[in-house]
């Protein structure tokens, strides 16, 4: 059976979406079979693996707000064993119309947990807020990648996600656990950067990443040809950092294997 992250952060620019589709391309690669489902209105995971969003009849709204079956939304991508589920503007309102529906919050749980022994990961792309649609894919959730900049307000507001994690552990998904802490935009030169990480490895301890993402422009121009950066420069820093984390995650998600026992005679 699967395995489902949503990687969020309320606080936008800190490599939600290109970890998203980086790291399931990576996966794939890897000889995953992944499912990325981008529930952010912005649609750049969709479009940032070569998507049209508007060229689509089924898309993330038409799953949450219409009931449409995840499986009629999913999409075959540029990457081999990477589908996706497209977004589109659309879901700007579908907060509104969800608030009207019965158990809201479990929306997303029920439309893709049918899905999960198709699929070796499910990444869901939240978008930048608390709102209801980021409870429906932390709810939906096995786990949660944070992902955080290593710029100076990089810890502002981590808390308050927290929080909310905790409520949705507690009131909705006692399941959710956090997958680990990933620093982004990373520049090894910078002292700032470098004590963002012993900051974040004091607080978390083992949670965070090993992998650190750099700061590397072939990971901005990726997505504007629609491919994630391992296929649009393989041997680039960027594309080389989202393979070694795929690794890591895989390696985190092994199965620990069960200590022997010893003899006591």
């Known amino acids: 059976m699967g395995k489902i992250i949503s990687i969020a952060n309320q606080k936008g620019g800190v490599g939600k979406t290109t970890t998203a589709f980086n790291l399931g391309a990576c996966l794939a690669a890897e000889g995953k079979k992944v499912l990325l489902v981008d529930a952010d209105p912005q649609a750049n995971a969709t479009s940032g693996i070569g998507l049209n ?19 009629k939304a999913i999409r075959k991508t540029c990457v081999e064993g990477l589908e996706a589920i497209g977004s589109r503007i ?5 907060e509104v119309e969800l608030m009207r529906k019965p158990e809201r919050e479990r929306i997303l749980s029920t439309l893709i947990h049918p899905l999960k022994d198709r699929y070796d990961f499910i990444i869901i792309d939240c978008s930048p807020s608390l709102g209801l649609i980021t409870v429906n894919a932390l709810t939906a959730s096995d786990s949660v990648l944070i992902p955080v900049q290593a710029e100076y307000f990089a810890l502002e507001g981590i808390s308050q996600l927290l929080n909310t994690i905790r409520i949705i552990k507690n009131r909705l998904s006692p399941k959710l656990e956090i997958e680990g802490f990933l620093l982004t935009m990373y520049d090894a030169r910078l002292r700032l950067a470098n004590q963002i990480f012993e900051e974040l490895r004091g607080h978390f301890g083992n949670m965070v990443f090993s992998t650190v993402i750099p700061r590397n422009i072939k990971l901005s121009e990726s997505p504007s040809h629609g491919l994630p950066v391992s296929i649009y420069d393989p041997e680039s820093r960027g594309a080389i950092a989202y393979g070694q984390l795929s690794k890591e995650l895989i390696s985190r998600n092994r199965p620990k294997k069960p200590a022997a026992i010893k003899d006591g005679n």
């Open 53 to 71: 969003p508007e060229d689509t009849d089924y898309s993330i709204y038409e799953c949450l707000v219409d009931g449409v079956p995840a499986e």
């Open 90 to 94: 659309d879901l700007v309102g579908a």
